[in-house]
């Protein structure tokens, strides 16, 4: 007897569609629903391939189960329910419904068992998360929307570039385990990293993400690089530049942090930082490592999704994200500060929170592996972490100096949101072992060795000691910080325009040129053209008709002879 | 999304919260210095595993943190001082 899988994909594919569809209660209804359908349908998944389709001629598995599926495609469905939960009374109904096909996206890419599907999946991803984008309402937002689709469909060209020489090369499609060994796997891998924001294009998150609206940056965190995460997991275990692609993100978002006056913007360069860990742990790839990155990932979905909801709740009460602006927030959002702090405690991996519990597990398989070097960065990256994110982010936007501001708290349903995620956090970190054993492989690990917490402490709370004496050096300023896409935002459209002008005065050049020859020649054309030019000047009908008969005749003639 | 009316003298007016009053912060920080120093002297008591050696060394974490925290601060203010640029940078 086979059973019929239903393809968890689809029934968010369906939500989109509804939420278009319905109205009112109907529609709030979907939008809760529809996640929560999906999350059914993700553990009624088997282990190993279970739906197959043909397409264009080749065998597909759009469904494949497994534990690392599993635990992606869960998270997917959790954060479709909670962003739902958070956005549905406050986002317009296209947002909902584009976030429910852009979750969908992330939890086809989850179960794909093949390149192709892959593909799909990551496209429905790219458009609809332009349209969440776009969502944010603002000029701003439009381009930095367009900014932001132009770097994904470039991605996905260059993805597909790569997916369809491993097909023609290999003659298979299936995803299994390679290195970036020539063309086509570089191809991958790089279409693959642009998703996860590595260099040299990190900055189109920090672009994109905070033009959005106050609900739409909370979906936004969530899918794209992480799903990008776990394309890298089943693709490229143990690629060794990786580690390095890793480490180089983790203090580029903690840097460019730390520069940044915009409170969602931090929130978003700190996604880099984070998402650095997990491509960090693909690329030492131990099995240890790559718990290390799905745990992460898991976790991270959570707490970033958090602290973007209580950034989204600020500017959603006050309209501003602006750090310099805002301050002593927690007077009268007492709910929304709580659950800001315990995000960003969570984001520093501080005891009994779920980063403590997932991030220790990468810092600990590069000790295994005797990588020195990784270890000590990752530790002073974590130390980082508690600096740009941990502490900067609440202190700015709810403590700091007295804003004047007076917002009310959280409405109801963000309230539930940043709650149920608030006790996420906590329970993932006090009680890990039920989590651990959702991982792909088996885990032996305590991670609450008292030795370790006291290391972490050590760490973290220096580095709190360091914010706090460093202040003065770190005054909020009305600045932006320029990064690689001012290659191609102000030099290439410098350079095009500067094209334009050259090709403009070149043809206006060669104009004037060709008149001026045409000036030089008109007086020796004149002669035999002119008015009394032998051709130019009129003739009498006499000689003319003369002429006639003399031609005439002579054609005669030649024509007899 | 109207934010509410900003007025300065609010702060003023309403009495003081009680977590920003001076004689608070100056008690918060005495209870920071006190943990910090309890994080480290508890390393008597705890035995910190060195997995490579200076890992394992007195304080480690303590001084590792706070220095590679004031490492990072100064790269990102030398870093700043090239790159940063006014908000409507990219407004045409």
């Not at chain 1, 086979?2 to 939500?15: D, F, S, W």
């Not at chain 1, 300023?477 to 500067?498: A, F, G, H, P």
Request: aromatic letters at 12%.
């Amino acid at each position: 007897m086979t059973e019929v899988v239903v393809p968890p994909a689809l029934i968010l594919l369906a939500g989109a569609v509804l939420v278009g569809l319905t109205r009112g209660a109907a529609r709030s209804a979907v939008v809760l629903l529809a996640p929560l359908a999906t999350l059914w349908a993700v553990w009624q998944v088997p282990d190993g391939v279970a739906v197959t389709a043909s397409f264009l001629g080749y065998e597909i598995e759009p469904v494949e189960g497994g534990a690392l599926r599993r635990l992606f495609a869960t998270i997917f469905a959790i954060m479709a329910f909670a962003g739902g939960l958070f956005a549905f009374r406050q986002a317009k109904w296209y947002e909902l419904a584009a976030a429910h096909a852009y979750a969908a996206g992330a939890v086809g890419v989850a179960f794909a068992g093949d390149l192709i599907t892959l593909f799909l999946y990551w496209e429905l991803m790219a458009i609809f998360s332009t349209v969440v984008v776009w969502c944010g309402g603002t000029p701003a937002a439009r381009a930095a929307g367009i900014r932001y689709a132009i770097m994904h469909l470039l991605g996905g060209v260059i993805l597909k570039v790569g997916i369809e020489g491993v097909v023609v090369h290999t003659g298979s499609v299936q995803i299994e385990p390679m290195l970036a060994g020539n063309f086509d796997t570089w191809m991958i891998l790089i279409g693959i990293l642009i998703n996860t924001a590595a260099p040299p294009v990190s900055a189109w998150l920090a672009d994109a993400y905070p033009a959005s609206s106050p609900t739409g940056s909370v979906f936004l965190s969530a899918f794209t690089t992480k799903s990008a995460v776990l394309a890298l997991i089943l693709l490229f275990p143990g690629e060794p530049v990786l580690i390095w692609v890793g480490l180089y993100m983790v203090f580029y978002g903690i840097v460019y942090a730390l520069l940044e006056n915009d409170a969602r913007r931090i929130l978003a360069y700190s996604v880099v930082n984070q998402v650095g860990f997990m491509v960090c742990a693909v690329g030492i790839g131990t099995q240890l490592a790559l718990n290390g990155a799905a745990a992460h990932a898991f976790a991270h979905i959570i707490y970033k999704a958090l602290l973007f909801m209580s950034a989204g709740v600020v500017l959603y009460r006050t309209g501003i994200t602006r750090c310099s602006d805002l301050g002593g927030l927690f007077r009268t959002m007492p709910l929304t500060t709580l659950c800001g702090i315990i995000g960003a405690l969570a984001i520093s991996s501080f005891p009994l929170t779920s980063g403590f519990t997932t991030k220790t597990l990468i810092s600990v398989a590069a000790e295994e592996q005797g990588l020195a070097l990784v270890y000590f960065l990752l530790a002073a990256a974590s130390a980082g972490v508690f600096l740009h994110a941990g502490i900067k982010f609440p202190w700015f936007v709810f403590f700091q100096k007295d804003s004047g501001l007076r917002p009310q708290d959280a409405p109801w349903n963000m309230a539930a949101a940043m709650l149920l995620f608030a006790a996420a956090c906590l329970l993932l970190g006090i009680f890990p072992e039920p989590f651990w054993a959702l991982l792909p492989y088996p885990v032996d690990y305590d991670a609450y060795a008292p030795g370790k917490v006291l290391f972490y402490l050590q760490l973290l709370l220096f580095s709190g000691l360091a914010f706090f004496l460093l202040l003065p050096l770190m005054r909020r300023t009305l600045t932006i910080t320029l990064d690689t896409d001012w290659l191609w935002r102000v030099l290439l459209r410098r350079m095009s325009e500067r094209m334009l002008e050259l090709v403009q005065s070149t043809g206006t050049r060669l104009l004037e040129a060709l008149t001026r020859f045409g000036e030089q020649q008109a007086p020796r054309l004149r002669r035999p053209f002119g008015s009394s030019g032998v051709l130019g000047r009129t003739w009498q009908i006499g000689p003319t008709a003369l002429w006639i008969v003399i031609l005439l005749s002579a054609y005669l003639l030649l024509y007899y002879l | 999304m109207t934010g509410p009316e900003r007025d300065p003298d609010d702060g003023r007016r309403e009495t003081e919260h009680w977590l920003v009053r001076p004689s608070t912060i100056r008690m918060l920080w005495i209870a920071f210095i006190a943990v910090l120093g309890l994080t480290v002297l508890a390393q008597l008591v705890i035995d910190v595993k060195g997995y490579f050696g200076a890992d394992g060394w007195f304080g480690f974490g303590a001084v590792f943190g706070f220095l590679s925290c004031v490492a990072m601060v100064l790269a990102a203010k030398a870093l700043g001082v090239l790159l940063k640029r006014p908000e409507d940078h990219y407004d045409d």
